[in-house]
Structure formats: C-alpha cells, structure tokens
C-alpha cells in the first residue's frame, strides 16, 4: 500500500465518495476555513445526522492509501489511533488533497508541532504559503533566528519559531491543554472536526493532546478503552471525563476535559459550541462512566 501526505491545512475524510453535498465543494476543494464559515447551524448538524463525514486530518499527516477510484481515495490516517484498525482512522478523500509522490521521512533535529490556533506556513524564500492549525506536525530541520526551516510534502519552508512553543511553561500538561481549550470557548461545534475551524467533541480532545506530543486515539469510546483511569476523587485539570448512554452503561457518545471545580470544558453538540459545563448538569451526571489521564 503507498503512502502519501495531506498537502492542504486541514483535509476532510468523507462516509464515500458520494456524501458530499453540493454545498461542500469548498472542502473538497481543500479550504476548509472558508467551508466552515460559511454553512448555517442547520447545514452543520446535517454533518452529524446524516453521517457524512469520518474525520478530518491537517497538513502532512500520513495516510496510507487502499485504493483510488474516480479522483477519489480510501485511506487510513496513521496519525489517528483506531481500536478498529491498526492502520488508523478510515476515510475518503479527493486525491488533489493528497501529495503527488510517496512517503519519505526526513531527518531532521525533531519533530515540532503547531501549538498556537493558527501559524502562517513560508515557502523557502519565505513567502507565505497558507495557513496551518495547531497540532500540525513537522520536522525541524534547523533553527535560523526567529523561524524554523522545515520539511514539508510541498518542499522545505519555514514557521515562525514562536507558533512551536508553550507560552506558560510551570504548569502540569493538563493545565496546559486546559489553557489551550479555553482558546476556543465559543467556536461553533463541527462533526469530525479535529481543527480550529471547528472540533467535534473527542476532535477537540485528541488536537490538544497532540499538541503536547502525546498520542491517544480518535473517538471518545476508544478513548476511554484506552488511557491510566482516574477515581473521581482523584480528579486534576486535563483528565477526560466520558459520558454513555442508558445512564453510563451504553455506548460511550460524548467526552469533555475536566477543569476543576466540579466543571469540564467541551465541544458540546452539532448545533453548539465549546463551551464549559457543570458535571452536576441533567444531561451529564446520569450519565457518567470514566474518567482517563494520558498526561503525567
């Protein structure tokens, strides 16, 4: 099977060829921001009730392809665990969002991750590219002033030096990614969304781990089969919190990141937004089931 990388900020994986809407074309197209921005509330839970979409991955994430047919691709994501599949997360995507050549991984100094909402992406004369988001991963290979030259599938660029690093640093992991959170308190929710132009629930979770270098799986049932469980006693900002139906004994369909205080952080519903919630509300104190820790 052949390898290829996302070439675009953030690439959407699709049900099937055939679950676009007309009104998507923009990200099919590869310019997601614009896509996102511009449905109505009612067209964003279309998303979700009609189950379009798998999930979405950011520039140079690896996938490996299965087979193509019609401009079209089924791949596995590698940079999304998947209890389902050890290749990763499965989706369609159009192959112009995907590089013309295979996979060769370059040697760097390590590996950097996106961690501000959003970076300008430089060419090697260090004009601007586009936009990438956080959680985007690349390899650094070397450091020239304020900038980091690095690799990419479109060729050698360069990021800003200051859109890699954590701007607080004396605080734990969880601390951090509940600081990075509260960044998109009000973003509107996106099914699958994994990005700052919208995140699904486990998409908000799993984005701000990645972030930290830390790698937990995709969807919030595989989530919570995964990760060092946590006593509710022994809560600590950043621990998931993991929500079932028929009052915590089904299906595990939601996930939010505690915050203290008796409260959590989430993307809370298609048709919502990131929003924070007290665990003592109706919706979600019945429903209760576990609670994981990936950060130490």
């Not at 964003?44 to 991955?57: F, G, P, V």
């Not at 660029?157 to 640093?169: D, R, W």
């Not at 929710?189 to 994994?194: E, M, Q, S």
């Amino acid at each position: 099977m052949e390898k290829r990388r996302v070439i675009v900020p953030v690439a959407t994986l699709w049900t099937s060829p055939t679950a676009p809407r007309d009104i998507d074309q923009l990200a099919l197209d590869g310019d997601t921001k614009q896509w996102v921005a511009g449905m109505t509330a009612a067209e964003t839970i279309d998303l979700c009730d009609s189950k379009r979409l798998e999930t979405q991955a950011v520039f140079n994430d690896e996938v490996i392809i299965d087979h193509v047919e019609n401009g079209w691709a089924k791949v596995y994501l590698t940079s999304q665990k998947d209890d389902a599949d050890e290749r990763g997360y499965a989706g369609w995507v159009p192959t112009k969002l995907l590089s013309a050549q295979g996979v060769t991984d370059a040697k760097g100094i390590a590996d950097i991750h996106i961690t501000t909402p959003f970076a300008k992406l430089y060419d090697e004369q260090q004009k601007p590219v586009f936009e990438i988001v956080m959680g985007t991963e690349l390899t650094e290979l070397a450091a020239e002033g304020d900038w980091l030259r690095v690799a990419t599938p479109l060729g050698e660029g360069y990021v800003p030096a200051k859109s890699t690093t954590i701007a607080v640093k004396k605080i734990t992991a969880g601390e951090q990614m509940v600081a990075m959170a509260r960044q998109f308190l009000g973003l509107r929710y996106l099914w699958a969304g994994i990005s700052p132009y919208g995140f699904d629930c486990s998409g908000l979770m799993y984005t701000l781990h990645r972030v930290l270098g830390l790698e937990i799986p995709r969807d919030a049932d595989d989530q919570r089969n995964n990760g060092q469980p946590v006593k509710p006693e022994n809560l600590q900002a950043g621990d998931l919190l993991f929500f079932a139906y028929e009052h915590g004994k089904g299906f595990v369909h939601h996930v939010g990141m505690y915050i203290g205080d008796g409260q959590m952080i989430q993307s809370r519903t298609p048709g919502k937004q990131v929003d924070i919630a007290k665990l003592t509300e109706m919706r979600y104190a019945p429903e209760f089931v576990a609670a994981r820790r990936y950060w130490q």
